[in-house]
């Protein structure tokens, strides 16, 4: 017998939702034509059907696979589709390059494959110039991203942030994220350090931004200066654990 295994891979499971469908796209007019000639009761399509289960046709599909099988073809399908479903940016106008770049990077963020901490500095509603550190990640876990990615809100430094500075009022906050730690205490500036490998991510843009890690400028008109660190994550081993301390 012949492998059908190939089957889902033609035909969605729309199309073959039952295994009497499944038979049915196994009979072709030439087959019943022919065998007409042996046996009129073969013009009865349930009959027509026991023969290609019965092996008539050659058939490798029994019942119990069929639906074994499509089963997982639907289970797949949903899965699919729920992962899309998952990610903000999907079905959106990105009106920039900024909103390109984390649509880019959504769907590793959210995998866990790689994690990103975000430069902004810009004017906020008040007119007051301020800075900070956003980690990317953290921000999609508890957030709905929904309405920056379809341009009704913009991605801004909060207090609660890795990082943050008011220019104007010279209020400054620091706080620790699901993925980083916050380094201020240091003569080479601020650090981060990942939670998940234990290495250093130096955001100085005089010098590399360190191991697993690449610094990538954004220019993008909505703000003053953006800039996109990222990360990828690893499990930590000895070798990788940073000399530093906060």
Known sequence: MEDDGGIFAVKTVEEIRTYEDFLDSEIKPLDLFTLRSVLLLLQDQELARQLVELGHKGSSLEREEFETRRAAAEASRLASGSQLKKLASIGKELKDNFLRALAEREDAYRSGEMTSIIFIRDQNSHGQEISGYIDYSHRLKFKDFKPYFSGKKRLMPKPTDLSF???????????????????????????????????????????TPGDSSIRTPVQCDPYMHVVIYDHITRKPTTSSCAPLSN
């Open 165 to 207: 500075y008011n220019w104007g009022t010279q209020v400054a906050k620091d706080n620790a994220s699901s993925n980083y730690e916050v380094i201020t205490k240091n003569p080479r500036g601020l650090l981060f350090k990942c939670k998940n490998d234990r290495n250093i991510l130096n955001v100085d843009p005089e010098t």
